[in-house]
């Protein structure tokens, strides 16, 4: 049964360092001693060569403790993938710890903010030259630390941490046990990001939930023989990756002027058309524009159904539905808008349209106006300026003019310029 003082004891500082590897892992809250006790214990149970890679998610996982079979990069290789809950916590004193342990405390300590995240555990047996050199690492580990020395020799493909080879070594200079373990810890993270991947990707679409990658191995770090940990480089603590999913979108500056009058205005803040707009300003710092426009001119609609509400019609089971874009023009409620503007909207309508019953668009970080030009979505449903400006600016001229028409109840359109800001941010300047 493997007890704290047995892991301190086989991870002492090494020559020249402060404190150990091993609380530094701690300090960053990339493990605890109850994580690193359990699995000391159960690594004992798997293969000769088994090493358990441990990395973290800044979101919850909720599946059970059984672990599951995922392919690794190189074939042949299979990862045992488990899940678990971990919870990290900030004191007074602004430490950041984790508790993987239900009920576990940090004695002395006062928590002022905790976050859920996921504790990824990676079970991978080493092969061929490892695998071979792995016997002779073992004998190199004591129960007081790592009796550094020869285990072999180096090979041009193993990626070795700089500095552990003399200055203009080639291959077949002697490899330490040292560098073996941060050699194994670098190799084994292109399997762990490999199956980490895939895993979240089965999980998003099991869950129907898109969950937001992460390139990074947060916490990265392995226990290359049970109660031994090493890495390869510096971990990444997993608060970079909250902090990455909390991040929005860059905000435009907002007209002063606005922000005043909004002040000064008596508005109701749980209004339907605020709030779309604000969903859709969201989507579009997603990278959703499509469903961003979607969103956008049923907000018109909306708004324009609430002002012009006798264009409605009575459908055959009874129950009134709201005029399209297309029959408020027609029935004249919208004359006050010049011909250009109200084209402008039946075309944005169009677009809307497109959108709805074409194909899906691209999902790719380059979706964007190439993607539409290949689609037709530009030069079938609006007018060739809007390829210098975005698409949604086009909505700009029609508010302008709906505020002006519609006083004293101009409502909420006047928030769709810093949701076309937002597009100009995702588009660039000319929408490219």
Not at 20 to 49: K, N, P, Q, V
Not at 228 to 242: D, E, H, Y
Request: charged share 20%.
């Amino acid at each position: 049964m493997w007890n704290w003082n047995d892991i301190e004891a086989m991870n002492p500082a090494e020559p020249g360092q402060r404190s150990s590897f091993l609380s530094h892992l701690i300090e960053i809250g990339a493990a605890s001693e109850d994580l690193l006790c359990r699995w000391a214990e159960y690594l004992e149970h798997y293969g000769s060569t088994a090493v358990a890679c441990f990395c973290q998610l800044p979101f919850p996982i909720n599946v059970d403790s059984s672990p599951f079979k995922v392919r690794g990069w190189r074939e042949g290789v299979v990862v045992d993938f488990h899940c678990e809950p971990v919870t990290f916590e900030i004191d007074l004193s602004g430490k950041f710890l984790a508790r993987h342990k239900h009920g576990e405390t940090f004695k002395g300590r006062t928590t002022i903010a905790q976050s859920v995240g996921t504790q990824v555990i990676a079970v991978i047996s080493l092969w061929n030259v490892r695998a071979k050199l792995y016997d002779e690492y073992i004998r190199r580990l004591t129960p007081k630390g790592l009796n550094d020395g020869v285990i072999g020799k180096s090979l041009g493909w193993m990626r070795l941490p700089s500095g552990s080879l003399p200055p203009n070594a080639r291959e077949y200079t002697p490899l330490s046990a040292a560098a073996f373990q941060g050699e194994v810890a670098r190799r084994l993270s292109t399997e762990v990001s490999h199956s980490l991947q895939n895993f979240v990707s089965a999980y998003s679409i099991g869950n129907l939930e898109e969950i937001p990658r992460h390139e990074e191995l947060y916490g990265y770090f392995i226990m290359i023989a049970p109660g031994r940990v090493a890495c390869g480089s510096v971990p990444l603590p997993v608060q970079a990756g909250f902090i990455a999913s909390e991040s929005q979108f860059p905000q435009s500056k907002v007209n002063r002027r606005r922000v005043q009058s909004l002040l000064e205005a008596s508005y109701n803040k749980g209004d339907q058309v605020l709030t779309q707009l604000m969903a859709m300003k969201k989507l579009l710092a997603q990278k959703e524009p499509e469903l961003a426009l979607v969103g956008l001119v049923t907000a018109i609609e909306w708004f324009l159904n609430e002002r012009f509400p006798g264009v409605g019609h009575i459908n055959q089971s009874g129950r009134k539905t709201s005029a399209s874009i297309y029959r408020l023009i027609k029935s004249g409620s919208l004359a006050f808008l010049s011909e250009e503007e109200r084209k402008q909207l039946i075309k944005i309508s169009q677009l809307r349209n497109e959108i709805v019953h074409g194909s899906p668009p691209g999902r790719t970080a380059a979706h964007s106006e190439s993607r539409r030009l290949e689609t037709g979505y530009v030069t079938e449903a609006l007018p060739c300026t809007a390829r210098q400006t975005s698409i949604l600016e086009q909505l700009v001229k029609v508010r302008k003019a709906l505020n002006k028409a519609l006083q004293p109840t101009p409502k909420m359109l006047r928030f769709f310029a810093p949701v076309t800001s937002s597009v100009r941010q995702i588009y660039g300047p000319h929408g490219n």
